[in-house]
């Protein structure tokens, strides 16, 4: 595609952008592409934030026409970048004129990584595709263009991101089936679907996912769990009655939760337990560094699976130092693991489980097997269980999901 004379003022971007994933290896064929060319990124996020780095906490700068002029904010727009379109489940950057903190609960994904995950859906003409988390709706857009907004269903669960997203689509010239509702349990007015795409994260595959696709139908998301690892993407056929086999496709992508599947808030008494708590104290062969993404994913992908209700929490007591907290509310156990820079660490633990015994027993396994990376696990989802695993499904690198 060229730019002519008359084109809509975004034209060269969208064509600029085009170039720059097709040069990243995130879009790789042309019906994509031509998506890409067609939906106006503008439309979709008015207005957004860019985070700021501050000195004691994030903050977000709201980024709208009036506050940065419009040249500035299309040129933003159309770069590779995920903005943040709402915080704390209300604030937009039409909220404020200056940088506000909170936590980020929609966004527009860098659209190479939207176009990444639509190139890995792998559908055909006429798949009939369900979408978990509209959010600004652009990635909602780029189905329509692909495959016809009558083949295409989305759904959101925050009712004013809905409400948005319907509108810059319909802007757009979208009229896909729209549902405000919780995902998680899919759309089963439109199924069966041929193919189910997610874009929040999931602790586990939801069972109305997998009965709301055709067998043979594919379901591609991301896995999250409470240590912060990203399984990146997994995509699963599914094969029959309930029952769905995956893989991990070996990338580090992650997604905001699905709201229902976030880990639990601390809650205002965690201050007061955790002080108190007494605990066996031993030192520890398996370090700290497991619990570090950068020192490799597959790790802390491991000790996820090994304490699946078990969260990650950095805290110290007054101004002594930092360290990582697993801490699992329900049963409140906790296993705080104390490295500073001396080897070896030592590892504390209270509650009826040992979590870090857990952790280290499952890090010493996946270790005598030659610490398989993440792309060489499956996933395979019954009515009864969802496991994780390596080599073997019965074997001693598989965990069951919490579900
Ligand atoms: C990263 S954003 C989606 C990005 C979007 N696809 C786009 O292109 O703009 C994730 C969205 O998932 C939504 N979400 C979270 N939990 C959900 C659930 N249980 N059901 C449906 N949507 C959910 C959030 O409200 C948020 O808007």
Redesign the pocket.
């Known amino acids: 595609m060229t730019v002519e004379p008359g084109d809509s003022p975004t034209t060269a971007l969208r064509l600029r952008l085009a170039d720059a994933l097709a040069k990243s290896g995130d879009l790789r064929t042309q019906p994509w592409r031509a998506a890409v060319e067609a939906v106006p990124r503008e439309v979709?996020i008015p207005g957004f934030f860019e985070r700021v780095d501050g000195p004691r906490e994030t903050m977000w700068r709201p980024i709208t026409p009036e506050l940065v002029g419009a040249p500035e904010r299309l040129e933003l727009t159309y770069t590779d970048e995920t903005w943040v379109t709402q915080l704390n489940h209300r604030i937009t950057a039409f909220d404020t004129d200056v940088p506000v903190a909170g936590a980020p609960?929609?966004?527009?994904?860098l659209p190479g990584l939207?176009v990444r995950m639509l190139e890995e859906l792998q559908v055909e003409e006429n798949s009939r595709v369900l979408e978990?988390?509209?959010?600004?709706?652009?990635?909602t857009g780029l189905l329509s263009a692909r495959l016809g907004a009558p083949l295409v269903t989305s759904?959101?669960?925050?009712a004013a991101?809905a409400d948005r997203a319907r509108k810059a689509l319909a802007q757009a010239g979208f009229l896909p089936d729209l549902v405000t509702g919780?995902?998680?349990l899919g759309s089963p007015t439109g199924a069966l679907y041929d193919r189910v795409i997610a874009?929040?994260s999931v602790r586990h595959i939801p069972s109305a996912w997998v009965a709301q696709t055709r067998p043979g139908g594919l379901i591609l998301t991301t896995m999250l769990g409470w240590l912060h690892a990203s399984s990146g993407l997994v995509r699963l056929e599914v094969t029959g009655d309930g029952t769905a086999e995956g893989v991990f496709l070996g990338s580090t992508d992650s997604?905001?939760p699905?709201?229902?599947h976030a880990a639990p808030p601390l809650g205002d008494d965690f201050h007061e337990w955790i002080d108190k708590i007494r605990t066996t104290e031993r030192e520890t062969a398996a370090g700290s560094e497991i619990l570090d993404p950068w020192e490799g994913w597959t790790s802390l992908f491991i000790a996820q699976l090994a304490v699946p209700d078990a969260q990650l929490v950095t805290y110290g007591l007054d101004d002594g130092p930092m360290f990582d907290h697993l801490v699992d509310l329900s049963q409140r156990s906790v296993a705080i693991l104390e490295q500073e820079s001396a080897e070896p660490a030592t590892v504390r633990q209270s509650g009826p489980t040992n979590l870090w015994d857990s952790v280290e027993s499952a890090i010493t396994r996946w270790r005598a097997a030659g610490s398989p990376s993440l792309d060489q696990f499956r996933i395979t989802v019954t009515p009864e269980a969802q496991t994780i695993w390596f080599g073997d499904p019965q074997g001693p690198l598989s965990w069951n999901l919490p579900h």
């Open positions: 979709f609960t929609s966004s527009s994904t939207v978990i988390g509209t959010g600004t709706g652009y990635s759904v959101e669960v925050d991101v919780d995902g998680l874009t929040c997604f905001m699905a709201r229902p």
